[in-house]
């Protein structure tokens, strides 16, 4: 099924090493000295998970929507966990991994200034990117999160499970790694009715949760190799966390977040706001863990907001 999305220059693949990367451009309407707007997904979704917000968001800058490793359709290579040794053409699927791959986008396709805007784990792939470009003394002008993973299965917010999870924990783990079990799971996991359930959940009021959302989830998911990056994410169960980026971070950062959101719970997330590269939280009534996509009308001026700001910064 075609998915004419995006009404863009172009779409284009890049080569990352042996890797291919896909992403979609789209210019600003006013070209001049902007920032670039890069749009980072979260973990089960692509590009096109940024089907309502790309036009918009012309208004203020170039817009780049890029495809993480493992994800869309860029390339997905088989997984290596931590602990496993090294294999030809496999990828150790992380935090690092994806701000790498970002980072090297932002300094190969995009070079110039950029404004990071990442939902649910591609929140924190933005702050860990934001972290890499800080330290390059090339920092991004402005991180925007919305709805970022809070990562409550890390194993640094161990404490905070309650005592059957921390118990189970090492079960868990051992049996997470083996494909005979992640990669029938995966399977079982994609097909419409069951994506559609998840979405319902995702998006509380409903909105937006059409057959285009379907297919743009479920087609990547069927391709060769897609279950691999799922065996990689969940075994992360060490590795980068919000509270902990943001801590380090100097680069400003906003955040937007609906209220409802049933998975990232909007508690945790009033709690960043005492971090002090935190300028702002805007958060929306009724709406879930996508709102960019379930409420575009609410959340695009907020985007631009933050773009705006962005290509204010000195």
């Not at 490793?69 to 935090?95: H, V, W």
């Not at 680069?251 to 959101?261: A, F, H, K, L, R």
């Amino acid at each position: 099924m075609s998915l004419p999305i995006f009404e863009t220059e172009w779409e284009g693949n890049w080569s990352w090493g042996d890797q291919k990367v896909s992403y979609m451009y789209a210019p600003a309407f006013e070209p001049g000295n902007r920032s670039a707007a890069i749009l980072i997904h979260g973990f089960g979704a692509c590009k096109e998970h940024w089907r309502h917000n790309v036009e918009a968001l012309r208004k203020e800058a170039d817009v780049y929507a890029i495809d993480l490793l493992g994800f869309g359709t860029s390339s997905k290579p088989p997984s290596r966990l931590f602990d496993e040794p090294k294999r030809p053409g496999s990828a150790c699927y992380s935090i690092d991994l994806w701000a790498e791959q970002v980072e090297a986008f932002i300094s190969t396709i995009v070079s110039k200034p950029v404004t990071l805007i990442g939902n649910s784990i591609g929140g924190v792939v933005a702050l860990a990117t934001a972290a890499r470009l800080e330290a390059q003394a090339k920092p991004a002008r402005r991180v925007v999160l919305v709805d970022c993973a809070q990562r409550a299965i890390d194993e640094k917010r161990l404490a905070e499970q309650p005592p059957l999870r921390r118990w189970g924990r090492p079960l868990l783990k051992a049996l997470v790694k083996q494909r005979w079990i992640t990669t029938p799971l995966f399977q079982s996991l994609i097909n419409p009715g069951i994506i559609r359930r998840v979405l319902k959940s995702a998006y509380p009021s409903g909105a937006n949760i059409d057959d285009q959302l379907i297919q743009l989830l479920l087609k990547p998911a069927m391709e060769p190799g897609a279950s691999e990056s799922f065996r990689g994410f969940i075994n992360l169960f060490d590795d980068r966390i919000a509270p902990d980026l943001l801590k380090g971070l100097t680069t400003p950062v906003e955040m937007i977040w609906g209220q409802n959101d049933p998975w990232e719970p909007i508690e945790e997330a009033r709690k960043w706001c005492n971090f002090d590269c935190v300028e702002r939280l805007d958060e929306i009534e009724g709406l879930g863990h996508c709102p960019h996509d379930e409420a575009p009308e609410l959340v695009n001026p907020l985007l631009i907001g933050a773009l705006g700001r962005s290509n204010n910064q000195i």
